[in-house]
């Protein structure tokens, strides 16, 4: 089971982004994918997640109506459409697998210490 994430950069104030995460090694229908961030010296933070078994989705409250998550299944990859970025926005971002819900997966990083790849940095800077 392995992700891959990618898209990250730099961007100004109001700007955008799309992030990637591209899953292998698994069955990809019938997992959530979550994208988490991390600023140094926090925990990680549930960002948005997905559920492929229904498309339910979850957004932290601070995302909420800027960023977008999707899924292409034929690709295995879920997407993070990020607008109207803000400089609080910065950080690097994960993302994570698991079978149960994606309000669940969001709101657990906890339960994947020690499984995070290399993440792609976003900075959000004028």
């Known amino acids: 089971l392995e992700v891959v994430e990618s898209g990250g950069g730099l961007a100004q104030p109001g700007g955008s982004l799309k992030l990637s995460c591209a899953a292998s090694?698994?069955?990809?229908?019938?997992?959530?994918i979550g994208w988490f961030r991390q600023v140094a010296g926090k925990e990680h933070e549930g960002v948005s997640c997905?559920?492929?078994?229904?498309?339910?989705?979850y957004y932290v409250d601070s995302v909420r109506g800027r960023f977008t998550i999707s899924r292409d299944n034929a690709k295995n990859t879920v997407y993070l459409q990020m607008d109207s970025l803000k400089p609080e926005d910065t950080g690097v971002y994960y993302c994570?697998?698991?079978?149960?819900?994606?309000?669940?997966?969001?709101?657990?990083?906890?339960?994947?210490?020690?499984?995070w790849g290399q993440g792609t940095r976003v900075t959000v800077s004028a």
């Open positions: 090694g698994f069955n990809f229908d019938d997992y959530t």
């Open positions: 994570a697998v698991d079978r149960t819900t994606a309000q669940t997966v969001c709101q657990s990083p906890r339960r994947y210490l020690g499984v």
């Open positions: 997905i559920r492929s078994s229904d498309s339910t989705t």
